[in-house]
Every structure is written in C-alpha cells, then in structure tokens.
C-alpha cells in the first residue's frame, strides 16, 4: 500500500515535533513556558466582545447555509472601506476574496499563478512557503537572509533569482522574525518586479508578487508597515495581498481571511477556494462585516492587544539583552510587529552537564526545552540550516509572568554548558 508521491514528498511540520517532546515533559509534571505556537490563549486574549457577541447573533437567527462562493458581498464592502481606512488601499469588493482563514487564500494563489516546476521565490526563514511550493511540484528558489538586516530580504538578494520566475512571496511583518521590511528595502524589491515585467513578451504570464500582510495591524512604536501597491501603484495589476482577522483579532480559530489583487487573478481564486470548499462560515463572516464597520470597537481593541504584546515581547526582549551583556551568546532583534521575537542561542558544539554535545539548533532547542522549561522553534523550521542558531519565540500564548520567569531559567541553563 502506498500513497501518491505528491504525499510522500510532503514535509510534516517541525514544530508539531517540538510540540511532541513538550506534551511529554508536561505529562510527566514539568513546567514549560511554550513560545513554540503562533496562536495566542484565548484565555489571555480573547476576540473582541463585538465580534462573539455578532457571530452568536448570526447563529441564533439561522445564518447556517452555504455563503456566496467569494465570500459575503457585506463583508467584502466592510473589508474594502477597512483597507482604505487603514491602510489607504483602494479595492473594490470584486476585488476582494473572503476564504476560511488566509491560508486557503495563500495555497489558491500559488494554484492560480504557478505551473509546476515554476520557479517560487522567497526568503528563509518565512512561513509555510516551502509547503506550498512542494504541493505544486513548483522550484523552490529559497534566499538566504542575514541578521543585519533583520532576517528581510533586499533587492541585492533577489535580483539574480527573478528572470522567468512565476512567484516571489514576501511578509511583512514576518512570520518568523517579527521584523519588517524598511520602505527603501520594500522599494528596491518593487522596482526590480516591474522591470523583470517590463522585460516580458506581451501575452506572457508575468511575475507575480504575494504580499502576506497578515501582521499588518499588529506594529509596534515607530515601525510603520509598507505595501508594494501604495509605493509602487503599478505593481496593482502583479501584487495579491493576504490578510485576515486572524491575528489582529486574536481570532485564529474564527477563520475569516480576505485576499485581494487583479480581478483575473481573485476571479481564478474564488474557483479555487470553491473546490476546496474552503469558505469561511456564514455567521463569521456576517459578524466580521458588522464588526469591521465600527471603526471605534475596531482600534480600542488592537490598541489592547497591541500593548499587551508589546509588553510581553519587550519583556522577553530585555531579558535576552541583559544575558547578553552579562556575557551569554546570546541576541535578539527588537521587536518590529506580528507576536514573534528573534532570538540568537549561539551554543552549538557546548557540551552539557551530562556529556551530549548540542550539534545543531534543535538539540539546543530541545536542551532549552528539558533544562530550563523554555520552548522556541529553531529557524530550520522555517526554510533555514540547522547550523543557523536563530530561534522564533511566540509569545501570544504565555502569560506576562511565565515570560518573566523564564529568562532567569535560560540564563541557568546556558551558564551549565561547556
Ligand atoms: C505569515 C502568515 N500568513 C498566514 C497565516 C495563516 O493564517 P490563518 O490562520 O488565517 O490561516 C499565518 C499563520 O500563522 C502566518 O503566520
């Protein structure tokens, strides 16, 4: 017996591994302050009231059929006037696709723009997009990025892997880093899509750019989010945007995603998501269309959430910069948006207390996870080598104290290796 090779070439995810071992540990009574999810606790952060209270409307009047197949045209209005109050993005609602989260919309995409053995470009570490590209049987070209600029890609990174292309996939604010594309970064790499366009036969399928700005909402302090369309408008008829309330909202389990790009392309989406039968619920989507309107309920809420995840991710962030001047091989980038900071644990070739040698990034993470009850994902989860000794920390899920107490935790855990 066997299955289809598209199946067995597919990768399981690293971090439901990780997640394995920490399930284990907390069997056996340990404390584990789990970074590893990018969710959060609903418990910590429950959705707005607005919203429950809506979506528990909808059920109680019926609303339980099959919604149109591009999702509600309210809730595609609501998503247009959000992204021009936001964000000053001009779509309409034809130009809008509703799906049941956002990663129905990223798949559908890749389906909609990619042949296999296309080549897909994109930065390691970022999300999920070596997946993708595996289902479509698409060539993969993953680019390398550096910590000096903050784990994005520049212009100089990419400009050698885009001629004939199909896809460059980009994030900003990025899953993994939290850090975000600068304008003049975010600038340049437009710029080199519009050429590599400008040089293509008419007729010919052009580059395309997916924009996942899922954590758009979610930037902290001076750092002020970009798109291609708003630096470069005639990158509107190449880029399609993924977004959602998934993460603004705390609302990953509710699976409201809106998309949205050149007609031809969401109208080839829309087919797509229709297969797979991927459409968000009906009450969901009638509650985000009412919710998304109310601009006052809208911003008190991610003013909230933005605080408290700021806090949580300072906290972490301090305490890895005071073990570093303390001495420990330790970094880590201040954080930018989205729920994530980076974290350096350079401590492969350390020997423990019991003799094993930490070999790579997850022997150190999965020493972390057992000596000091800390779990983060190593950057190899995330496109990267296992000699990259960068780590994702998530901190929608962890109470304020349990990040706390944690640093002192890694700090006695890292002094005992040799
Ligand atoms: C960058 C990025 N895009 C998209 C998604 C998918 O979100 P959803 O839960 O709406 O499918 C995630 C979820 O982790 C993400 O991190």
């Known amino acids: 017996m066997s299955v289809s090779l598209l199946a067995q070439n597919l990768h399981g995810s690293e971090i439901i591994k990780i997640a394995g071992e920490i399930n284990e540990l907390k069997r056996q009574g340990q404390n584990i302050a789990n970074l590893t999810i990018g969710d959060f606790d609903s418990n910590i952060y429950p959705i707005p009231t607005p919203l429950k209270d ?23 209005q609501s998503v247009s006037g959000f992204l021009k109050r936001s964000l000053g993005l001009d779509y309409a609602p034809n130009q809008i696709l509703i799906s049941g989260g956002s990663r129905p919309l990223i798949y559908s995409i890749f389906l909609a723009v990619v042949n296999p053995g296309e080549k897909v470009v994109f930065p390691a570490p970022s999300w999920n997009n070596n997946h993708y590209s595996d289902l479509l049987n ?115 389990g509710v699976r409201v995603g809106w998309g ?30 009412k919710f998304l309107t109310n601009e006052a309920d809208v911003n008190s809420y991610l003013d909230d959430l933005k605080e408290k995840i700021q806090a949580s991710l300072t906290a972490l962030h301090e305490g890895f ?41 997850a022997d150190i993470n999965f020493y972390l996870i057992k000596e000091a009850g800390a779990a983060f994902v190593p950057f190899s989860a995330f496109g990267t080598g296992d000699d990259v000794n960068w780590f994702r920390a998530s901190v929608g899920a962890t109470p304020l104290n349990e990040i706390e107490a944690l640093i002192p935790r890694v700090k006695a855990a890292l002094e005992k290796l040799k």
């Not at 970094?331 to 401590?347: F, H, Q, R």
């Open 54 to 76: 809506k979506i528990i409307d909808a059920y109680n009047h019926n609303q339980t059929n099959y919604p149109a197949a591009d999702g509600m045209l309210d809730l595609r």
């Open 260 to 289: 949205f790009g050149p007609e031809l392309v969401i109208e080839n989406m829309k087919a797509i998501v229709g297969h797979m039968g991927a459409w968000s619920p009906k009450p969901e989507q009638m509650a985000m269309a």
């Open 138 to 252: 698409a060539d993969a070209v993953i680019i390398p990025t550096a910590p000096e600029n903050n784990f994005m890609p520049t212009a100089d990174d990419i400009r050698p892997h885009l001629k004939g292309a199909a896809l460059l996939a980009l994030c900003s604010p990025l899953n993994p880093t939290g850090t975000m594309f600068s304008k003049k970064d975010l600038e340049e790499i437009c710029d080199l899509v519009i050429a590599e366009n400008k040089g293509r036969a008419a007729g010919e399928k052009p580059l395309y750019l997916l924009y996942d700005q899922i954590y758009s909402q979610l930037t902290f302090g001076e750092h002020k989010h970009y798109d291609p369309v708003t630096l470069r408008p005639e990158l509107k008829d190449y880029t399609i945007f993924v977004d959602g309330g998934s993460k603004c909202f705390a609302a990953t």
């Open 321 to 361: 910069q005071e073990m570093k001047a303390g001495g420990l091989n330790v970094d880590s980038i201040e954080p930018m948006g989205a729920i994530y900071l980076t974290l350096k644990i350079d401590y492969s070739g350390k020997t423990t207390p019991d003799g094993k040698v930490l070999k790579d990034s």
